[in-house]
């Protein structure tokens, strides 16, 4: 029988490899994961959430599919949350979301910088994206090595040591065994070998897990509020238990007092440039202002003109494109802005970048305007009821979290460990410059202080036996999502219990689009690849460095930093000049745009480096497999939710 060429094409591309099912895997839930999160700014994804957001089925598809799994597998259990009454979730929590969302919060695209709600939305984003893939394909079972010896100081026994212990937790009795020696004693020297491995493997990650931009905010917050915050909340939660204190009442004061302050540095800032007569005449700046309190489809549709509008002239195109831009060229969105009153064509630069500064300060005051209506003076008071429904609910743990811990002394740890962290950042002396704390140096803090939340944990599980059993229960049950049903070999390397799905739905396409989106998917593996090899090298170099007291590494191990990275660095931005090429979070004057801090200091290191301080290669481009099985990969999750 002669071959038939066309025949052996068609059975080598109705199947993908166990590398191309890995990493549609995770091309999917990553695109998944931000599109949802970042539809939370529309009203409409909060009114077709779907339970227990809204209890009777929603008019059409479920909007958040991922985050509805997610929310019912972790969260609506969660002690404390499982006591909160059906109307938080049914009545406070959408309403404070929707007056959120109609808030009409300003985007990146027109601030010119990351802003702290890009960041955190990138952030949950590549959290979700991460465990999402746990729970929908299962943790990879391997049995290991029995009786394996594990070294801290070993880089090869670290990350093995987080791999038993992920395999003993989710399906072995590790999680009691852990417990009762944490009720024993406080001291992770007494715990077996495999659990102070893993510690060490925790440790290390922390750096990446741990957003700096959480820090600075944090930060921020204890120099304004420092005595308030370092002195008084023990004896605070001593009043709340004698019904002496509002706790929504002091959270709504101290979110008023940070958001005042930022506004007043701001407009300090604003005056500064309206005084400035030599470049912004008072037409501009009005314009400018009046552009701010436009209506979220009215500011759109400028900002898409700013970004489509092609000009026609000879650009760096023709030798090639920046990688750091989109290669698209439009017209800046202060110049759209003012075009509509006026000709831009002769907007000396200075005046123009005078004009994207003035754009993004007011867009500021107005986003913390909006945060201190809805927070602070809402008719009906949406964030007290909701703070004050989950007091409520966190009440019999609060108590017992008192009765079973020394409060005073947790504080006065907490004190210390901020104090640390300040000092990381601080200018030296000598230069008078903050030179960025390394992945060791953060490790060494981390490890300098466990011992105080150690502490903590053994003091809760010696003394609080109830808290330590509503826990156990919990983090149980938690593990338990990630048990894998199909333990088939080539499912293991490819995406678990989620692969039959995945090549169902790589079946159903076209024989041209099998082609194409098998060759991104070759290029996506070989991708993740490199990013394993380099995470790998990087814990081998931190845990080297460690040993020897030496501070090398600027980034730390593990695939999130990089996932949420990537999300950041695919963010559009608005060009530079008045025209030219629209600009990515991955432009260095985004980057430096994004260092300027409320007052137009300059941020500290601590705070810049996870935005500066990322070189892993950019994600290839993906866009056909996007295109294509996105939608049918929301069906199926849609369809887990139903059934």
Known sequence: ????????????????????????????????????????????????????????????PISSPLVHILLHKF??????????????????????ATALADANLSESYDKGSIGIRKTLSTAIAALIECVSRGILGGFTTDKGTPGRQYDSAKPEDVQAAWNDFCQQTISGDLLDRIFTKAAETDQLSQHEPLVQAAHQYVIIIANDLLPYFLIRQTLKLGGRLHVRFGHEYASTVKDYLSADVDVADEGISIVSTVLAWDNSLLKKRATAIEQDKRLLAKAQLKTIEAYCQKTAEEQQAIRSFSSEQIINHESSHATGT????????????????????????????????????????QLSIRDRDQLIRIICHNQPDLFTISVRTLVTAYEPIIRALHKAVDLSSGVSDLQEFLNDLISLAKADKKTEQAKPPMVEDFCRLLMKHQGSSHRFIHQILKKGPELSQWYREYIAHAAAQYKRNNHERKCMRAAGDFTSDLQSMYKNLAKQEKSKIASE????????????????????????????????????????LTKWQSLIDETEITPEMVEGDVRTGRSQSVKDATQVDTDGTKKSPMAAKRVEEVFEPPLPDVSETVRLLSPVFREYLANMIQH
Not at 87 to 95: A, T
Not at 326 to 345: M, P
Not at 554 to 559: R, V
């Open 521 to 560: 998917l070759d290029r996506h593996s070989e991708y993740l690849a490199s990013l394993v090899d380099s995470s790998t090298d990087s814990m081998r170099k931190i845990i080297t460095n460690i040993g020897k007291g030496v501070s090398l590494q600027a980034n730390g191990p593990g695939i999130y």
């Open 322 to 361: 920046d990688s750091r831009c989109t290669g698209q060229e439009g017209r800046s969105i202060v110049a759209c802005i003012l075009s509509q009153d006026q000709d831009t064509d002769d907007l000396a630069e200075e005046q123009h970048t005078m004009a994207l500064d003035y754009l993004a300060i």
């Open 1 to 60: 029988m002669p071959f038939d060429s066309d025949e052996a094409e068609e059975n080598l591309c109705s199947h993908l490899s166990s590398r191309q099912l890995h990493a549609l895997f995770d091309i999917l839930t990553h695109h998944e994961a931000y599109t949802e999160v970042e539809a939370f700014k529309l009203s409409s994804s909060i009114k077709k959430f779907g339970d227990p957001l809204q209890p009777e089925d929603p008019t059409g």
């Open 75 to 96: 969260i609506l259990v969660l002690p404390g949350l499982r006591d909160v009454t059906p109307e938080f979730w049914s009545q406070h929590i959408p309403r404070l």
